[in-house]
């Protein structure tokens, strides 16, 4: 599903009303119908609800009125709380405040903090609360008596509904920049905005629904850069049969370069994950002391001994056995628990700078691309390269702080991926793929039971696997997440996730695979988190 900025919908409204001579009217009413639905199919019929719908003054506020007079039709006794005086708003926000007069539905005009102590005593005798304050517009934090309207919602012990948006987040960033709208149910308008499926944003925003208001699905065709939220749609190459007449060598071969001293356990978590996602045949580079207990540990896959210095690491001639070898594999997976030993880094430094097979890094071997930023450069010839840092991985290749890369995750991802030619995997809740060309793309899979060690290295193997069975990218990439992230879920359905390890990912990976969904969804309203 496409994901856009509030610009980027400001553009497919106005091209709807200018391009088609669809009224704005007609949209607000769509808007207002749609969001009564859903609250219809999430708390039941309206009917004896006591409803306060909370508007402010632009159109957002002229959404809340319409929904008023919809809960007011099917039964709900509702009572509207202005934020402005009618008599200042304007065009369809005006018109759909003088229905609601009309209709004789109570109107409270609070214009200041200090006549907000109606607002706590309506809130108080309410069931629901619509939160129709701020839109997808805001580009400031809410402050003076709308932050206080929004603190006394967030108090009030009562399910909010957000207009398109809580109010006080920013539709385009994942940030909470000020006092913002806690929401049970957020019912947006065309498509999700980025803040919707943004963390630490999207948590605000409980369960979202996406209404369509009659904007063609046609117009989204030009929108760029295109962002999409990832559904099981990009697993249908997994789920594609396999030819009888078939044998390992058609499935690829994975060179996996990984461990060190107190780390083989990394190694190990990305080769039982590349196996387990069908990788013909895995070989896992690694220092020639580990090779004993990995052989013994992981039957399927194969090992190739490397040189290591004293302490147990790789050694910088190893670059020359992994390069001979790197003819017979068909991808490279490097930097599992590899070390960050002065040999070693040679030894990534190597192998990025010359490689001849598709590659995913992560983990030791992001580490040690930190004291060669020349080697991320844009090179066409090269064979293409996936990074897949976490937050503080993506610090030190990046130099901005943990804050900021957290505060502006979508456009971090898309600019590194841009400027670096790589594709990017910048992992966390809500994961972003981006790519060179500038499209990204956001996971909606996976859980806090996912903060293990051994996840990212599991990820790494699926990567690597998918890549070695010439899966292109991004498509590799956002498969692998996806799936990384279901069988994650998977794995906690009926347990704790506390109690989730990264093995038992691997162990969910084939079952998450088949139970995916693979209906499409309600072509008007989705429920996209819950």
Known sequence: MLVVTAAQMQGLDRRTIDGLGLPGMVLMEAAGRCAVEAMRLQFGPPTGYRALVVCGKGNNGGDGYVIARHLTHHGANTEIVALAKVDQLQGDALANARICQRLAIPICELAGVADLSALEQLAARSDVIVDAIFGTG?????????????????????????????????????????????????????????????????????????????????????????????????????????????????????LIVAGSPGKLGAAMLAARAALTMGTGLVTVGLPASLNVAFEASVTEAMSLPLPETADGCLAERAADRIEEFLARVTALALGPGLSTAPESVRVVHRLVANRIRPVVIDADGLNALQAAPELLTPNSAAEPMVLTPHPGEMSRLTGMTTADIQNQRLDCARQFAAQRGAHLVLKGAGTVIAAPDGRAFINPTGNPGMATGGSGDVLTGIIGSLLAQAMPLPEAACAAVYLHGAAADLAVADRPMWNLTAGEIVAHLGQAALRLPTDQPSPWLTFLNG
């Not at 003076?144 to 539709?171: K, T």
């Not at 994942?174 to 803040?195: D, E, Q, R, W």
């Not at 939220?229 to 997994?238: F, I, M, P, Q, W």
Request: a positive charge; aromatic letters at 4%; hydrophobic letters at 40%.
């Open 138 to 254: 805001l580009q400031r934090p809410a402050g003076g008596h709308y932050a206080e309207a929004i603190r006394i919602m967030n108090d009030s012990d009562r399910p909010v509904i957000a207009v398109d948006i809580p109010s006080g987040l920013f539709a385009d960033s994942g940030s909470i920049p000020g006092p913002a709208v806690t929401a049970a149910l957020t019912v947006t308008f065309g498509l999700p905005k980025i803040a919707h499926v943004t963390q630490p944003a999207a948590e605000r925003c409980g369960k979202i629904a996406v209404a369509d208001i009659g904007i063609p699905p046609a117009f989204a065709a030009d929108i760029a850069p295109r962002t999409e939220l990832l559904d099981s749609g990009c697993l249908a190459r997994l789920r594609s049969a396999r030819r009888p007449g078939s044998h390992k060598g058609n499935y690829g071969h994975l």
